[in-house]
């Protein structure tokens, strides 16, 4: 079965700042990766996501994330934060066959004047 | 396409009551999803439809959960005897069949709290 660790619940970043988010998967076949954001009260948006090919993927709102095999990670980055990025972020994956999403526990991001 | 629609947004009740919420997915995808999400936690899958036949069931979906998809549309998730615990967020999603492994588009979601 698959599954992601998101360490550090709460992430606080000052405007303008790199944004990190760490994600790290198990998988027994190559997985495909995915971030969502999920704002108060909402559900969840698609930010990106990794399934073939070029393992640099860029999103929405200026995000990316690099899928590394060698280190089972799919770490979000962005360069400059912004205000309007503090929401709730989960990294999650699936593998082909499989449709379920298995989610971390997510990163709240705080971002902070 | 209007989205994933859910409703009602909020619900509270009454430990013990009953409780449905619906579904309606976008119209195009066979496929939909729901998920349980509880304070601090992500999502947890609960169960999937293809078209109106029901593909999989979590263990997280006790004899007191039933979900549907009459003709394959809309689709409601029942609550009996509802306990504190069922407090959460109840996420929809949905997608093509053929797009399933490339991310679901949710709902926004009915939270209910159990009084």
């Given at each position: 079965a698959q599954s992601v660790t998101q360490l550090g619940s709460h992430v606080s970043v000052s405007e303008g700042a790199l944004v990190l988010l760490r994600c790290n998967y198990s998988s027994s076949?190559?997985?495909?990766?995915?971030?969502?954001v999920q704002?108060?009260?909402?559900?969840l948006q698609?930010?990106?996501?990794?399934?073939?090919?070029?393992t640099l993927v860029k999103g929405i709102n200026g995000f990316e994330a690099e899928f590394k095999k060698s280190e089972t990670s799919f770490h979000l980055t962005k360069p400059s934060a912004h205000m309007s990025d503090a929401a709730e972020y989960f990294c999650a994956?699936?593998?082909g066959g499989n449709n379920r999403l298995a989610f971390g526990k997510g990163n709240q991001v705080v971002v902070i004047p | 396409d209007t989205g994933v629609s859910q409703n009602p947004r909020h619900k509270i009740t009454k430990r013990g009551q009953n409780v449905t919420f619906r579904c309606d997915p976008i119209s195009e995808h066979n496929r939909l999803y729901w998920y349980r999400q509880t304070l601090g936690q992500g999502p947890e899958f609960l169960t999937y439809f293809q078209n109106e036949a029901?593909?999989?069931?979590?263990?997280?979906?006790s004899d007191r959960f039933s979900a549907e998809r009459p003709k394959g549309s809309f689709s409601t998730l029942e609550i009996q005897r509802t306990e504190q615990g069922d407090s959460a967020?109840?996420?929809?999603?949905?997608?093509?069949q053929r797009d399933s492994n490339y991310g679901y588009t949710f709902g926004s979601g009915t939270r209910l709290t159990v009084v």
């Open positions: 076949v190559p997985p495909y990766l995915f971030w969502y704002y108060p009260n909402q559900g698609l930010l990106l996501k990794y399934t073939t090919g070029a994956v699936t593998r | 029901q593909l999989e069931k979590s263990r997280l979906l967020m109840y996420l929809c999603a949905s997608s093509l």
